[in-house]
Each structure stands twice: as structure tokens, then as C-alpha cells.
């Protein structure tokens, strides 16, 4: 079974809410702020109220790394601590930090989510993730080294194909000399990089990112992707609604 596969039957029991766990310390209640912990130990409390409450109709989480790295060393740890939390409650975890270069850099990127980092005889993984964001607009480059770990441990990747924000078509509308857009293009790359990890529900390990703002793309992508599993970003504050989703799922919900 593949990491896809096991993500879609937690989808399936569960429901497709992924959970964003974007945490700044101003969300946080006056009241429910402990002013004897630091403000990243506050978070991770948070963040663990957050999992316990949802973890019953949540496919997965999805933790957006800027919000910890702003808090410096004290945020990281407490992105950490929030990957292994989600994880140890049987949760599948994402790392959203759109991950993206070429060679021996997008390498070491790949070891720190999905792979492993040797030191002397031991190897350890810094921030463990079941799935990464990365940015494919680098080419094939960029995406190799994930590929290759994403393979030898499990793992999985989402793709930026079609994002949520409002400037996105300046790029990814653009239209090619054979009519396809650039997003279009970039869809099948990521069928191309995901076709020797297509699982038993038809869906590869390489996912896509198909923002939920942009519905009449995203259901031309839906239709040119079908083995490609959908993370939808852009529901409820960018404007994204049910009825913009509904173009995203196939004839299985």
C-alpha cells in the first residue's frame, strides 16, 4: 500500500478536512495563554487542544513552517514537537513549506522533511513529515531529490500546480505555443513524476496543490490529472466555498 493509498482510506473514514495548523501567538485566547510557559510552548499546548478536538472528522493536518520560523529557535522547536504530536496520535502530517532548488541544496531539503540525515553511523530525520509541499516551477531538477526519498521511505509529495492567490494566473495562465497553459504543463509533470507510485486506489504519491479559488482551472485539472490526489487550499478566508470545491473530487467523493 502506498503512502497515497493510506492517506485516501484516512480520507475516506475520516472526511477530506485537512487541518491547517498555521499558529500565530496573537490567535491564541487572552484566557487560554499560560504566562508561565514561553510563547512557543503555548503554541504547541494550542496546537494539541487543535488535534484532539478535530482529530475524529480530519483526513490530516497540515502545518505551515513561516509560522514557526518567525518565532526563531523557539518556533521551530515548536514545529517540531507538533509534527511528532499529530504523528504520535496516529495522524498523517503534512509539512507545508513549498520546498524548492536544485541539487545538493534540494537534496538537503528533502533529507530534513522525507528523508534521513547521516551523522557518522547514525541517521535521523529532522522535521519527520508523511507529506511535503514543494515548488516544481524549478523543473525537474527540483523535484528528483524528493522523488528519490519519497520512494525509499514512504513518503509523499504535493506539487504547486494551480495556487490560491489572486496574482497566480500572471504565471500559470500564461498560454504555451500548443494552447495548454503553463499550469496545465505543470499538471502533467506531476502525473509524469507520480506514475511509479500510482497506489491501488488509483492515485499516485506525487499530489497536487489546486487552489479552491480557482474553480473553472481547478476542474480542468481535475480532469487532466486522474491519478493525481488534490490538496485544496484557499476555502473560507480567501474566499474559496463548498460549491468551489465540488470540481475537485472524482465520481468517489
Given at each position: 500500500m502506498t503512502n497515497m493509498d493510506k492517506l485516501y482510506e484516512a480520507v475516506a473514514a475520516r472526511g477530506p478536512v485537512c487541518v491547517g495548523l498555521d499558529t500565530d501567538f496573537s490567535y491564541l485566547p487572552a484566557d487560554f495563554v499560560d504566562t508561565t510557559l514561553t510563547k512557543g510552548e503555548n503554541i504547541v499546548r494550542f496546537n494539541k487542544k487543535l488535534i484532539d478536538a478535530t482529530k475524529a472528522v480530519a483526513g490530516c493536518y497540515k502545518v505551515q513552517i513561516a509560522y514557526y520560523e518567525m518565532y526563531g529557535l523557539e518556533g521551530m522547536r515548536a514545529f517540531a514537537e507538533t509534527l511528532r504530536y499529530?504523528?504520535?496520535?496516529?495522524?498523517?502530517?503534512?509539512?507545508d513549506a513549498k520546498r524548492?532548488?536544485?541539487?545538493?541544496?534540494?537534496?538537503?531539503?528533502?533529507?530534513?522533511?522525507?528523508?534521513?540525515?547521516?551523522?557518522?553511523?547514525?541517521?535521523?530525520?529532522?522535521?519527520?513529515?508523511?507529506?511535503?509541499?514543494?515548488?516544481?516551477?524549478l523543473g525537474s531538477d527540483g523535484i528528483k531529490p524528493f522523488l528519490g526519498w519519497?520512494?525509499?521511505?514512504?513518503k509523499g509529495i504535493f506539487v504547486l500546480v494551480k495556487t490560491s492567490n489572486k496574482s497566480s494566473g500572471e504565471l500559470q495562465d500564461l498560454k504555451l505555443e500548443n494552447?495548454?497553459?503553463?499550469?496545465?504543463?505543470?499538471?502533467?509533470?506531476?502525473?509524469?513524476?507520480?506514475?511509479?507510485?500510482?497506489?491501488?486506489?488509483g492515485y499516485s504519491d506525487v499530489g497536487a496543490v489546486v487552489g479552491a479559488t480557482h474553480p473553472v482551472q481547478a476542474e480542468i485539472l481535475r480532469r487532466e490529472m486522474p491519478h493525481t490526489f488534490f490538496l485544496i487550499p484557499g476555502y473560507g478566508a480567501q474566499g474559496g466555498t463548498a460549491d468551489?470545491?465540488?470540481?475537485c473530487f472524482d465520481k468517489n467523493g
Open positions: 499529530a504523528s504520535e496520535k496516529g495522524m498523517f502530517v503534512m509539512t524548492n532548488d536544485i541539487g545538493a541544496t534540494a537534496e538537503c531539503y528533502a533529507k530534513a522533511y522525507l528523508g534521513e540525515t547521516a551523522v557518522g553511523d547514525k541517521a535521523y530525520t529532522a522535521f519527520d513529515s508523511h507529506f511535503l509541499t514543494v515548488n516544481g516551477y519519497m520512494q525509499k521511505r514512504d494552447g495548454k497553459t503553463v499550469y496545465e504543463y505543470m499538471g502533467a509533470l506531476v502525473e509524469e513524476w507520480g506514475k511509479d507510485s500510482i497506489g491501488k486506489y468551489d470545491l465540488k470540481v
